[in-house]
């Protein structure tokens, strides 16, 4: 069993910072000036030794021992009103990134301008509003169960990006209503295997543009509908290994890679939290004509207060529809042939983005403290045969796992213990 390796001053920190969670987030003698920030502290261990679960686009994850890399973090956050109506925010994240550090990262860093009570306008870094919980996707505070449902979430793994949005709020037979129009381009980092090489390859989307459409009624209601589109690209594509390679070789890999292809996603939401139940689901869809394939994915989690305990259960599923791309040196698999390395590499793509699954959740909030919650949970992963879920291995590609674990179905447990605060 490997042994426990934490992010040292991560960790120092978040403990540092505990003993403000109870005190109410730092404001200036003005008013002009907030500070606040949130949190986790989290350790996770699988019953699978073979292959690692862990967020798309990491080559490390929970595999072999525990775990203190899948969902520990901290943030702060300041906003200053520069105006009576613009104010900047700013907010600074530090957890796992593919290239395996901590290394804190400006996450949001924009201007907003009230234009009026109901309307609103932001430019800059802002988060990607493709989820019902966008805006709080790393706040596991907010959230009742440990981190947001994976079989959903994982399959838009861009968090930010650079543009700008337009919200407008509004009344509809006393129902609050608020319309939002977002676009702009973003580029996230990847760990890959490009050609049996690990490297952080770029995945942008360029000419995003989406809606989203939500309303709050006063029986503990809130519905929520989205879509968004971009074109894609995946910059793992290594030229320079293929020199010398024939007119051919090189037509069908400008046709499996593509350039700047179609990819929109889409989903509808509901939550409802009043009195002593707490429900959240959502379904959501992402079609295109790039090499990320379609899939559909949805979850149902709900949890009843007693006292300061929350026990809660879930389900949810990930479904890849229609893959989109085929391997087109599939006849150079395993052969002594000079295009066998780079049909393996594309094949470990192919295999990693088979995502099928379904997963059962069982967990407790216990909310220790003002602004205190510890979670404790397990996810039960339901893997069939010619997939790859959300798991990896060391010698994978994109995420894709073992051969063999690939080949198989499975059945893999998850068991996760976070503290969450904010502050």
């Not at 996770?44 to 072999?64: H, N, T």
């Not at 505070?141 to 959903?152: F, S």
């Not at 529809?321 to 052969?335: C, E, H, I």
Request: charged share 20%; net charge neutral.
């Amino acid at each position: 069993m490997k042994s426990l390796s934490p992010p040292p001053l991560l960790l120092i920190a978040c403990c540092a910072l505990l003993p403000l969670v109870a005190h109410a987030q730092y404001e200036s003698a003005d008013g002009r000036l907030k500070l606040s920030g949130f949190g986790t502290l989290g350790v996770a261990i699988s019953d699978e030794e073979k292959v690692a679960y862990s967020q798309p686009g990491r080559l490390d994850g929970v595999r072999d021992g525990l775990n203190l890399k899948l969902d520990t973090k901290l943030a702060v956050q300041g906003r200053y009103k520069l105006t009576n109506t613009v104010t900047a925010t700013v907010q600074l994240l530090s957890k796992h990134r593919p290239q395996k550090d901590f290394k804190p990262e400006v996450e949001w860093a924009f201007l907003r301008w009230d234009a009026s009570p109901s309307l609103s306008l932001r430019a800059g870094r802002l988060v990607s509003q493709t989820f019902m919980l966008s805006d709080a996707r790393d706040v596991h505070y907010t959230q009742l169960t440990a981190r947001p449902p994976m079989d959903v979430y994982g399959q838009v793994p861009v968090n930010r990006f650079e543009g700008g949005d337009l919200t407008y709020r509004f009344e509809l037979a006393d129902t609050a209503m608020q319309a939002s129009l977002w676009g702009g381009q973003s580029k996230s980092k990847y760990a890959a295997l490009v050609l049996a090489e690990e490297n952080t390859v770029t995945y942008e989307l360029r000419h995003l543009i989406g809606f989203n459409l939500s309303a709050s009624l006063d029986n503990g209601l809130s519905l929520r509908a989205g879509t968004a589109s971009a074109r894609a690209t995946i910059h793992d594509r290594n030229d320079q290994k293929l020199i010398g390679a024939s007119a051919f070789v090189l037509s069908a890999l400008d046709d499996f890679y593509g350039d700047g292809d179609r990819v929109r996603f889409s989903g509808i939401g509901a939550s409802y939290d009043r009195d002593q139940w707490l429900v959240n689901a959502e379904y959501t869809v992402r079609q295109g004509k790039s090499r990320i394939p379609d899939t559909k994915g949805w979850y149902l989690t709900a949890g009843y207060r007693l006292g300061a305990f929350t026990p809660y259960l879930g389900v949810s599923s990930v479904q890849v529809t229609d893959s989109n791309r085929n391997n087109p040196f599939q006849a150079a698999l395993g052969q002594p042939v000079p295009l066998a390395p780079l049909a393996a590499d594309i094949q470990r793509f192919v295999e990693g983005l088979h995502v099928t699954e379904r997963t059962t959740i069982l967990g407790v909030r216990w909310d220790a403290a003002s602004q205190v919650a510890l979670k404790l949970q397990l996810n039960h992963i339901h893997k069939p045969a010619q997939s790859s879920g959300w798991f990896y291995a060391p010698d994978g590609g994109f995420s894709s796992a073992s051969t063999d674990f690939y080949g198989r179905e499975q059945r893999v447990n998850l068991l996760s213990l976070t503290l969450d605060f904010v502050y």
